[in-house]
């Protein structure tokens, strides 16, 4: 996928003085991981895992300069983006007409600091350093802003290539800093004020850098010598400024409107594509309403009629199980009563032993050995006894099966 660039509004945390003139070292807050103003938001888990491109990121700005000695209208711009022209393919890029004026010396890091209702808030946090003697109308600025309590309010430059939408915010999940612009920070002449995308970042302290006094004392020399001079020149160069300006507004804002056309019709296609998803699972959802229903009114239907049926389908069963206790006890009857043991058959164990003997598990199978199991006590006994044996021998009915088979002998 295509990398974008996005644009996310901070302010500068503090400045401070180094043990050497040429540089001063800054500290920025750069965003906290909830939704900033221009509705995007960066989660602490993906930021974790781009900490480290912040690393020699450049800080830039645009610096706008005072219309004459004295004035109080010199200003910073914003990224300032233009349409641009790939040198050898001829491709329309966007171009960011500013220039570098420090740069971040290490990897960013996630600290806490107390908002403005006294909350502790996760924010991340980037230290660099500023090439002082290089601009030190940039470095005045600052320190003007700072003195005055006014919030120095910058903007960090990505890359990234996974995003996505939800409830009209966008959560970028894949990123990496491209750039760090300081913005301007009030109304200044003709330059408007660059509001912030997240409030929590702000300046806690800035330091004025010592410049060698003889330096100073030879630069106000310079310029009353050359303040005529001097002054019809600035006057030329603030009106070529105040014409660039005009035209780089105007390029600007056609990026700017050029980037949220792309933006929009991403976010169209984005939709639509949701949209017929949304709508399918509609469908889908409605056909299993549909099917649950018509599987719960068949459901309840089939119960109302087992629950008619039941009362019968008792009666049938226990008609059943009284056939089959009738013809156990007619089988058993004759083996007891052969074995002149009729009271035994009577007994409340036999008895019990029966009515368990007609089900078809394994009560029902123990029933019926333990039944057994008496019939042979029964026999065995009746052996010891001749006259017994004569007496059943008398008669003419078979008292013991001819097979010799266990299940044959003493059970139906």
Known sequence: MEKKRALFDIKLNSIQDTDKPTKKEVEFI??????????SIISKETALKTLHTLKDM??????????????DD???????????????????ILGLDTVPIGVFTEDGYI?????????????????????????????????????????VVSSMEILYDSYLFKDGVEEILSYVYEGH???NSEERGDH??????YDVSKITKLVAQAVNQENIDKQLNDKEVNKVEEKETVQEIAETEEVETTQDQLVG????????????????????????????LESEKASLEEKFNEATDKLLSLNAELEQLRPYKEQFETKQNEEKLEKKKEFYSKKFEALKASEKFTSEEVQELLSKSIYENEDGKQAILQLNSM?????????????????LSSKREKLLPDSTDFESKYSN
Not at 30 to 39: G, M, Q, T
Not at 74 to 92: I, M, N, P, V
Not at 125 to 144: C, D, H, M, Q, T
């Open 111 to 151: 600290s806490t600091i107390l908002d403005e209702n006294g909350q502790e808030k996760e924010v991340v946090i980037g230290k660099g350093i500023l090439w002082a003697s290089r601009f030190p109308n940039v470095i005045g600025l600052l320190k003007e802003w700072n003195d005055s309590g006014i919030d």
């Open 74 to 92: 010199d200003a910073l711009g914003s990224h300032e983006l233009y349409l641009d022209q790939d040198r050898k393919s001829g491709d329309t």
């Open 58 to 71: 450049p800080i830039v700005c645009k610096y706008h300069p005072v219309s004459e000695v004295g004035a």
């Open 181 to 183: 612009c300081i913005l």
């Open 192 to 197: 408007q004020k660059v509001y912030p995308a």
């Open 375 to 391: 019939l042979v006590d029964l026999v065995e006994l009746v052996t010891e006894d001749s006259s017994t044996i004569r007496e």
């Open 253 to 280: 804002d056609l990026t700017t409107e050029e980037v949220v056309k792309d933006e929009v019709d991403t976010m169209q296609k984005e939709m639509s594509a949701l949209k017929e998803k949304v709508s399918k």
């Open 30 to 39: 750069l965003h906290d991981f909830e939704v900033s103003h221009n509705n």
